[in-house]
């Protein structure tokens, strides 16, 4: 008898599941079905149909909204991180100060370059959650959820990246000067990620962070827990999509405000691209780096200074 009630109770859990990844599920399609509705036609449209002009208004604002408080999240974050590298003595192009320095520059450059391209997810999981939700404040705990489990994807890369300073620094590549760097180091690895961007991993990333469509209907998960496991598996896919750029930083000048703006564009560019002009943008990006690589090849000089400084400042 116990195991009949034991099992009894387990049909109800798994009943009670179902239910509630159907009901999920149909909430994604429907959060999908008003944002491709919302570009073509305009609110109050009598031809929008199946539509109410009361879900185009609440996509419509939460769009809005997350684009315009992540947009000022990265401005946050990206003068923060000016301020921390304007007091840091570069010793080196490979310089990154000590492990716990990093990582919270780390944090917050990856803020900064990556929340002006993450906000179609957030927006989309935010209302999803508010259909389900009963309340507004779960809505915003599982959103704030969701973009911590995608930093924490970027910070655990960022330990990745501190190796690869520290591995520059002992095989004596702080000793190059700018035209052996660009030709020894950024050069080859340019070249690397433009090949990478024709790579099947590459485009099945780049795929999951285009379209969080079939991202959260795949990997939807409830409570704030699963919130923050979709984010970090979001965050993961972002990272499987942007790891080669990330190195081309670090070669670059991890210190390097200029590049790191130049690279942040190219990644929103990339993944906020609409559908028809993707492939264009990803050629761009291709193009951008083969060039990249060039330059650092024949003309090292056109290049801004690559540990984090003017050439005007060199001279000075």
């Not at 008003?34 to 208004?57: K, V």
């Not at 809005?64 to 991180?81: D, K, N, P, Q, W």
């Not at 003595?89 to 310089?95: E, I, L, P, R, V």
Request: glycine share 8%; hydrophobic share 55%; with cysteine.
């Amino acid at each position: 008898m116990p195991l009949r009630r034991n099992g009894r109770h387990m049909d109800n859990i798994a009943v009670g599941r179902f239910k509630s990844c159907r009901l999920t599920r149909a909430a994604i399609r429907r959060t999908v079905s008003l944002s491709e509705a919302w570009p073509r036609w305009r609110i109050g449209d009598a031809r929008m149909g199946t539509f109410p002009s009361s879900d185009l208004i609440s996509l419509s604002r939460r769009q809005r909204t997350t684009a315009f408080v992540l947009g000022a999240l990265a401005i946050v974050a990206f003068v923060a991180s000016s301020n921390r590298m304007s007091g840091m003595d570069m010793g080196g192009q490979f310089t990154a100060g000590s492990l716990g320095f990093f990582i919270v520059l780390w944090v917050m450059m990856m803020a900064a370059m990556m929340f002006p391209s993450v906000w179609p997810a957030v927006a989309m999981f935010g209302l999803v959650v508010q259909r389900q939700a009963s309340s507004g404040a779960s809505t915003v705990g599982r959103s704030i959820a969701f973009i911590t489990g995608y930093l924490a994807s970027w910070t655990l890369f960022g330990l990745a990246a501190f190796g690869l300073l520290t591995l520059a620094r002992s095989v004596g590549l702080d000793n190059l000067n700018d035209t052996e760097l660009a030709r020894y180091v950024v050069a080859p690895v340019a070249l690397a990620a433009a090949l990478y961007q024709l790579v099947p991993i590459k485009q099945a990333c780049l795929t999951q962070c285009r379209g969080p469509f079939s991202f959260f209907l795949t990997h939807w998960r409830d409570g704030w827990q699963g919130a923050l496991a979709m984010g970090s598996r979001h965050g993961a896919f972002c990272v499987g999509c942007c790891w080669m750029l990330m190195v081309v930083l670090l070669a670059l000048g991890v210190m390097s405000i200029a590049w790191m703006a130049v690279v942040s564009l190219a990644i929103a560019i990339e993944k906020l691209a609409p559908p028809k002009w993707s492939r264009l943008a990803s050629g761009v990006l291709v193009a951008g780096l083969v060039m990249l690589a060039l330059v650092a090849l024949v003309k090292p000089s056109w290049l801004p200074g690559l540990n984090g400084t003017s050439q005007m400042e060199k001279m000075a």
